[in-house]
């Protein structure tokens, strides 16, 4: 269900602190298609590129609120830029990234329907999700599908908190939807939490193993993620690993995952080793 339909789109726009919708989130983007890393739970659409004119216009027009949350890049011009780190297009390529540019965001949600609403007949055909993860944190997750220039929307509810309710719903819905494409999605977003938390300072020691800032191996015990879980998450998960993969919630579990999904290989990982 869209929530946001009946909103006249004349405030769709507008930073509403009275609207419902209006909350102090901490914002997650998790991305289905295209499949990109390195995106740090960022989401990158590119722009298509018979309109990168209209696109940065129709950007410039946005309110400042909101291009803290969506920023509208050219490749070339941020390559090798530290502090953004993207690396997925080609040089005159242009896309937008829709990122948490702070710890928090004050913003209504339908602000970002309208946004890309406004921008997506530019837009290549990408699906992906927004969730907060604290702060007004009421269980929902909006799933954004963008197909031919048009924008679709629905606000779907999770079963568990969002910490391990975002992996629940896109587990559960790689068993309902029974593609590749997202049951690889789900197991990604599942690998990436147990195991690559990106935000962890890490260092690879002459050992070969990983250390922490204060010069503790980290391991990889899943134990220690299954003790954050509540009986029903946990259940949830169990049920959902075994459905589609036929794994356990084991040690062997990353391996296991790496063997059906190669994540070990992708781009952002050789970077950290170098």
Known sequence: MNP?????????LQKDVKSPFFGRYRLVFNQVT?????SFNRVFIKVNSNAIEEVKNRYDLLPKHLKHQIQCYNQGNIRNNEIIAIDCFEDDDWFL???????????????????????S???????????????????????????????ELSRNEMEAESFWGSIIYYLKEAI?????????FAAFQFYDLLFDNKYCYRELGEDGKAYDEFGQEITYDIQEHIQTMNVQELNAINKSLKLLFNLKLDNNLKGELNKLFAFDLLDYKRRNKK
């Open 176 to 184: 309902r939807l029974n593609t590749n494409e997202f049951k690889r």
């Open 4 to 12: 946001f339909e009946s909103i006249n789109p004349k405030i769709g």
């Open 121 to 151: 007949n530019y837009l290549e055909n990408s699906h992906f999700f927004i969730f907060s993860s604290g702060d007004m944190d009421n269980r929902w997750i909006d799933e954004y599908k963008i197909l031919d220039g048009e924008l």
């Open 97 to 119: 990234c829709l990122d948490m540019t702070g710890d928090v965001a004050f913003i209504p949600m339908y602000n970002f329907y309208f946004a890309l609403k406004g921008l």
């Open 34 to 38: 295209p499949f990109r890393e390195l």
